[in-house]
């Protein structure tokens, strides 16, 4: 008996969602398994990265005990117990802790005397290139500064010219070594514009400014201070 067209398309609608159940036990048959192996894929890689994450930081508080640890040793003239847990912070893959282990322990070779030791710790700073830029231009400010007296002046004012400039912070410090390396060279006219500029540069520490101001006057160039800012630079800070 023909089918009245009302209950054709219910035919074809049972016989289409039947395909559809087919399809689905098919796919589920042939890739179930698959399926399972990739979500507990997803959720064993998910589950991995959250330990990793905790892991990373219980290892960043470890490591952050343990510089103060030196630091406290340190503070109670334990140098030998704080060098040895600044060494086993030196290979950190947390870049502060480890730029921060070699600056103390370049500052503990300073206070030694042992200029040369100290530059050589400043200049792994300076030339590990996975770390920021603001961590390498402070190392190799201070290695020129423990260095200063075994170099060419050439030599100072080609490594620190990037430095020497009003748009880096540490304008005075290098402005000076490299001011002092053009008088050496001969070159008073070089010297007593850098003077001159970083007498009115504001971010300038203000000691630096009024050194540059007398340096200035005595080659000749008539530069008075600039205001003193009001706020700490970067120099002042790393020097307190």
């Known amino acids: 008996m023909a089918l009245t067209p009302q209950n054709n398309q219910a035919f074809l609608r049972e016989v289409d969602e039947e395909l559809r159940r087919d399809q689905v ?7 179930g398994l698959w399926v399972a192996v990739a979500i507990v894929a ?3 890689a998910f589950g991995g990265w959250i330990w990793w994450q905790h892991h990373q930081k219980e ?4 490591q952050g005990v343990l510089l103060q640890q030196a630091m406290d040793d340190l503070g109670a003239s334990k140098v030998n117990a704080a060098t040895s847990a600044l060494a086993k912070l030196e290979s950190s893959g947390s ?25 050589a710790k400043f200049a792994e700073v300076a030339n590990d290139t996975s770390l920021p830029g603001e961590f390498r231009d402070l190392a190799l400010l201070r290695q020129t500064a423990a260095e200063y007296d075994t170099l060419k002046p050439q030599a100072v004012v080609d ?6 400039s009003k748009q880096s912070p540490w304008f005075g410090s290098a402005g000076e070594m490299v001011a002092v390396a053009y008088i050496r060279l001969g070159r008073r006219d070089l010297a007593g514009k850098m003077f001159g500029e970083m007498a009115q540069t504001e971010s300038v520490p203000e000691s630096i400014r009024q050194r540059a101001v007398q340096m200035a006057s005595a080659l000749g160039v008539d530069a008075p201070a600039s205001k003193a800012p009001t706020t700490p630079t970067s120099e002042e800070k790393n020097a307190g």
């Open 25 to 31: 036990a098919s796919f589920g048959r042939r890739y």
């Open 42 to 44: 997803v959720l064993a």
């Open 59 to 62: 290892k960043a508080a470890e």
């Open 95 to 119: 870049d502060g802790y480890r730029a921060s282990a070699k600056f103390v322990q370049a500052d503990i070779l300073l206070n030694k005397q042992d200029l040369k030791g100290a530059a």
């Open 159 to 164: 490594r620190l010219r990037g430095l020497a």
